[in-house]
């Protein structure tokens, strides 16, 4: 086997604990940079077959576009479960709504 098949099968071997790592990690900060980590080294094995303009695709669509999006979609999860409607109904006083702007309740 030639270095380059060498590398190859390492990558696809990679490749291979990738996939089945990001379903299985609980957290999913580390699952989306494991998924960005799968794109970049499929954009390198489809380099290393003769293949740029699939590897350039991979590598923009795959690990930068997707991963930005999983990233921002993550974020703004964490940040609702940081501030919970719910919690927001409990705390409010219960008021009239038949008061008007001026506080008198109207009939």
């Excluded at 790592?21 to 794109?39: D, E, G, R």
């Amino acid at each position: 086997m030639t270095p380059r098949e060498i590398l190859t099968v390492i990558l696809l071997v990679i490749l291979i604990i990738c996939a089945i790592s990001v379903n299985v990690i609980p957290n999913l900060l580390q699952s989306v940079i494991t998924f960005m980590a799968y794109s970049f080294i499929m954009a390198v094995v489809w380099i290393l077959m003769e293949s740029p303009d699939l590897g350039i695709t991979e590598a923009a669509v795959g690990a930068g576009v997707s991963g930005i999006l999983f990233l921002m979609t993550l974020k703004k999860i964490r940040s609702e479960e940081e501030h919970d409607p719910a919690d927001d109904r409990e705390e409010k006083p219960k008021t009239d709504s038949r008061q008007t702007s001026g506080g008198e309740k109207t009939r």
